[in-house]
């Protein structure tokens, strides 16, 4: 079956550290790439997504580029803010004849300290 | 008013109480899913509707009774429920095409449950 794996957290930095979440996944054909976003008591948001190999995802300073070579979706960021802590899930999604299913990582927490 | 909104955003009930969370979607969406989250466990595919019916239960309790009048709304019922259902239930909602897609979910803010 489909699966993604993501590092386990918490990931703790300092204000402009480079953040890398590394993400694989496991999937029958070329599914959509998808980071998602859940801020402290609030729902999932989409961050970016990438739809085929080698495009690359870019939103609020974060990138991740689909790697079919190695099966990867890893999330970066340069310059990390303390407005960035929050809960980070990689996720994959076919489209099937009953719905658009997305599979979730476990999330990651990240922590960005002063 | 645009995007997935969810009401109550809190609820506390007692084991013996009859609730309803709700779920509404102005993106004009044709797929929409309960999803509940623990603490410290990964997101938990409830139910999924697509076109209005019901496609996919995964096991879930009784206690939990889904409802989806119109592709913009969607329920989930909840009856004599127990401590450990006590999570934050997410509703997404997405677009299916017949084409692979990019499209991901949009989700709501979610219900922060507590039964006591």
């Known amino acids: 079956g489909n699966s993604v794996t993501q590092m386990e957290g918490p990931v703790t930095l300092s204000e402009e550290a480079f953040l890398t979440i590394n993400c694989t996944y496991t999937?029958?054909?070329?599914?959509?790439l998808f980071w998602y976003v859940q801020y402290p008591g609030e729902g999932l948001q989409l961050l970016l997504k990438a739809t085929k190999a080698d495009d690359k995802g870019s939103n609020k300073g974060f990138e991740a580029t689909y790697r079919k070579e190695t099966t990867s979706f890893h999330l970066e960021k340069g310059s990390v803010q303390v407005s960035d802590s929050a809960v980070y899930f990689c996720a994959l999604s076919f489209l099937t004849g009953g719905g658009n299913k997305l599979t979730f990582g476990t999330g990651t927490q990240l922590k960005v300290e002063l | 008013e645009t995007g997935v909104t969810q009401t109550p955003r809190h609820l506390v009930m007692g084991m013996t109480n009859k609730k309803s969370l709700k779920c509404e979607q102005h993106l004009g969406h044709n797929a929409m899913y309960w999803y509940k989250q623990s603490a410290k466990k990964p997101l938990e595919l409830m139910f999924v509707y697509s076109l209005e019916e019901r496609v996919e239960n995964n096991s879930v309790p009784s206690r939990f009774s889904p409802e989806c009048p119109n592709s913009s709304h969607l329920f989930l019922h909840l009856h004599t429920l127990q401590p450990e259902d006590s999570a934050l239930y997410l509703c997404?909602?997405?677009?299916?095409?017949?084409?692979?897609?990019?499209?991901?979910?949009?989700f709501g803010s979610g219900t922060r449950l507590t039964v006591v």
């Open positions: 999937a029958t054909g070329y599914p959509s």
């Open positions: 997404a909602s997405s677009q299916d095409e017949g084409a692979l897609g990019g499209y991901g979910y949009t």
